[in-house]
């Protein structure tokens, strides 16, 4: 099941990258728009490109919101507009790649703003780097996670845990990762996740049958992708999003 990306000559590739690892700075905030967030992410990308900034990751959670990619099928959303806004859930058109999913409590997301151009210029790798991220991260909870051929994401079994939608500008990225933590799955009835109907959708919490508190995934999420990517991770407040970006004085 676990479908593993890593081969002998790609994890060399990983420890000279360690080797000469860079900063990236990780800066953890807690509940925020989607629209708030795409803010932060395009000042971010323009100060990425302009050498600016470090590499960034930005790790969150959104306010109920279903999201659509540049692939996606709007029959995908399968409630009306009134049934959506009874249960405050936004619906956004967003520029990553991918169909429909949903963002809500619960979750870690993940944004990195990345300088590609400077680890590797490979936007296939670069996805499955991020699944092998989660899927590590996941083995340290004991979970069996893994790939399925021709989709992209995180599986346990056949359930999916794990969205990934990515854009990439000048190989600059942004958007990045969803990972089901204490999800409220329900929210899902309202979509076909990803365009995939024959497939649930799973969370931490259910398959382990307990709860699983964000402070204790996230830093082992930090950790393996710094690892995989060959990134020195360094903790930011969100402050410094605010000191260094006008743009971003609110959120």
């Given at each position: 099941m676990r479908n593993?990306?890593?081969?002998?000559?790609?994890?060399?590739?990983?420890?000279?990258?360690?080797r000469e690892a860079r900063i990236?700075?990780?800066?953890?905030?807690?509940?925020?728009?989607?629209?708030?967030?795409?803010?932060?992410q395009r000042c971010l990308v323009e100060q990425r490109k302009a050498g600016q900034i470090e590499d960034t990751l930005?790790?969150?959670?959104?306010?109920?919101?279903?999201?659509?990619?540049?692939?996606?099928?709007?029959?995908?959303?399968?409630?009306?507009?009134?049934?959506?806004?009874?249960?405050?859930?936004?619906?956004?058109?967003?520029?990553?790649?991918?169909?429909?999913?949903?963002h809500g409590p619960g979750q870690l997301v993940g944004y990195p703003v990345l300088d590609l151009s400077r680890i590797r210029k490979d936007v296939v790798w670069y996805v499955r780097t991020?699944?092998?991220?989660?899927?590590?991260?996941?083995?340290?909870?004991?979970?069996?996670?893994?790939?399925?051929?021709?989709?992209?994401?995180?599986?346990?079994?056949?359930?999916?845990?794990?969205?990934?939608?990515?854009?990439?500008?000048?190989?600059?990225t942004c958007h990045g990762f969803a990972l089901n933590l204490e999800t409220d799955l329900e929210f899902f009835r309202h979509i076909v996740p990803c365009g995939i109907g024959n497939y649930p959708v799973t969370c931490f919490r259910q398959l382990l049958g307990r709860p699983?508190?964000?402070?204790?995934?996230?830093?082992?999420?930090?950790?393996?992708?710094?690892?995989?990517?060959g990134l020195r991770m360094e903790q930011h407040p969100p402050q410094c999003l605010q000191r260094r970006q006008e743009c971003l004085q609110t959120y």
């Open positions: 593993s990306f890593v081969s002998a000559s790609w994890q060399e590739e990983t420890e000279d990258r360690v990236c700075r990780v800066v953890s905030l807690g509940l925020v728009s989607y629209a708030a967030a795409w803010e932060m930005l790790l969150l959670e959104h306010t109920p919101v279903i999201t659509l990619g540049r692939n996606a099928s709007k029959e995908h959303v399968l409630s009306s507009p009134e049934v959506l806004a009874s249960e405050g859930i936004e619906v956004v058109e967003a520029n990553r790649g991918g169909d429909v999913t949903f991020l699944e092998e991220a989660l899927i590590r991260a996941a083995a340290e909870f004991g979970l069996a996670a893994g790939r399925k051929k021709g989709m992209t994401g995180v599986w346990v079994g056949e359930a999916k845990v794990a969205a990934i939608g990515v854009h990439i500008s000048r190989w600059v699983v508190e964000r402070a204790e995934v996230e830093p082992r999420v930090v950790h393996h992708l710094g690892e995989l990517l």
